[in-house]
Every structure is written in structure tokens, then in C-alpha cells.
């Protein structure tokens, strides 16, 4: 996991992130949930179902209480959630546990594999296994397999210029 963390902020720092509250190696997400990197280089791991209060302190820890926005949607597919969004980075509850995640453009953080938003259709094509999810209503949906499980992610433009704009994982409340 060290690696991973290492080799997602030198991917960020060519990647660029102005905008983002905190360190590129202090968030990794991936498919089962989100970990958090410690200063003495050791891991803070929350997969899905881990209770909302741990993750959202471990959260703050790393991007300051001040910066989280809550909200709640009622409507959502998979039922009623809550969110909590640290700049480009939004988590998703459901019965006060964690149960996805989303990653936008602007966020610093990468996923287990080293995608991150603002990467490019030819750089994404270099990973192995990823997909285009046929017969999607989000136009450029993708997916690819990691040691952990899938993730997801949604691409603006076509060809190989096109850029990844989301990541997500888990249950989130995406209109297909």
C-alpha cells in the first residue's frame, strides 16, 4: 500500500489539483472503501459498512472538519442517503454507514490503480481491464477490475483525447 500511496502523488503532481485541501498521498480510493494515510506511514482503512462518525473523523483529520458540506438525498436509487464532500471528493452513507464513494476532477486523491480524474482516454486504455459499459444512459461510463473489486468511472468527450471527469465505487446516487 506504501507503493501505491507513493506512486499516487507523483501521479498527482503531474496531474496538477490547485484546488484540493490536502497532501496527494493521504487519501486512497478504492474498491471496497476509502484509506487514509497516517504521517508515520501506516494505513487507515475504512471498507464499506464502516460507521459514518469513524470515516468522517478520519476525513477531517486529513481535511479539516471546516471543509466537509453535508447533505442528504431522499431519492436516490438505492433509497435514502447522506453525503459528506471534502472538496472533489464526496462519501456516501446509507443508515449512517459508509457505502460509496465519488471522485471528481479537482480531487487529490487517486484511485488503487493510479486513475484519477483529468487523466486521458489513451492513458486510461493502458490499464488492463477497462471497459466502456454497453448500453449505459451516462455517456463515456467505464468500469475496470482491480486486486479489489470494480470501479466505475464516466468519461467527457470520445477518442483518445477524452478525459476521465468521475470515479465512483460502492453505492452512490447516480441518474442513469
Partial sequence: MRGVAAGAALLLAACGGADAPAPPD?????????????????????????????????????????????????????????????????????????????????AVAVSEDGIAPGMTRMQLDRQAGVRLVAGSTLPGEFAYRTAAGTIGGVLAGTGPGATVEALFAGTTCTSR
Fill in 26 to 106: 493521504n487519501l486512497i480510493l478504492d474498491a471496497q472503501g476509502v484509506v487514509f494515510a497516517r504521517a508515520d506511514g501506516t494505513f487507515d482503512r475504512h471498507p464499506f459498512g464502516t460507521p459514518r462518525a469513524a470515516v468522517e473523523d478520519a476525513a477531517d483529520a486529513v481535511y479539516g472538519d471546516a471543509s466537509a458540506r453535508r447533505s442528504t438525498n431522499p431519492e436516490c436509487g438505492a433509497g435514502p442517503m447522506a453525503f459528506t464532500a471534502y472538496g472533489a471528493i464526496q462519501l456516501s452513507f446509507r443508515d449512517e454507514r459508509l457505502a460509496g464513494w465519488t471522485m471528481r476532477r479537482g
